[in-house]
């Protein structure tokens, strides 16, 4: 029984590395310090630039398809119910597109109706 347990250690001894967690190569100040240098460069960073994802949604309203339209006509909708600050935008986009008289009746039924939707 000696011996067995003796061949096990041997065998976990040349293979340590296999069965035992590998040494960090950044210690736990490090990583803090790490850690708090990326939250203080996001929080730095100007928020203003940043385009909100409505408005590349909003690009797609006068793409040919009806089933690119309503798609976007729905994720716009989606947005302005669940995101109160840019509901306001987002509605008047989508009120300002109503009123082409370009619009096929199909497309204006839709519209209106997902209008009504956001309130």
């Known amino acids: 029984m000696a011996k067995l347990v003796q061949k096990i250690s041997s065998i976990v001894a040349r293979t340590g590395d296999v069965f035992r967690r590998r040494k960090l190569s950044m210690n736990e100040a490090a990583a803090r310090k790490y850690q708090k240098l990326i939250f203080e460069k996001r929080m730095a960073e100007d928020n203003s630039i940043r385009t909100p994802t409505y408005k590349k949604?909003?690009?797609?309203?006068d793409n040919r398809s009806d089933q690119v339209f309503e798609s976007a006509v729905y994720h716009l909708s989606k947005i302005a119910v669940s995101a109160v600050r840019y509901r306001s935008e987002i509605k008047a986009i989508l009120n300002?597109?109503?009123?082409n008289p370009a619009l096929s009746a199909k497309r204006k039924e839709y519209l209106d109706r997902?209008?009504?939707?956001?309130?």
């Open 96 to 99: 300002e597109y109503a009123q």
């Open 57 to 61: 949604i909003a690009e797609q309203l």
């Open 114 to 119: 997902k209008i009504a939707e956001i309130k």
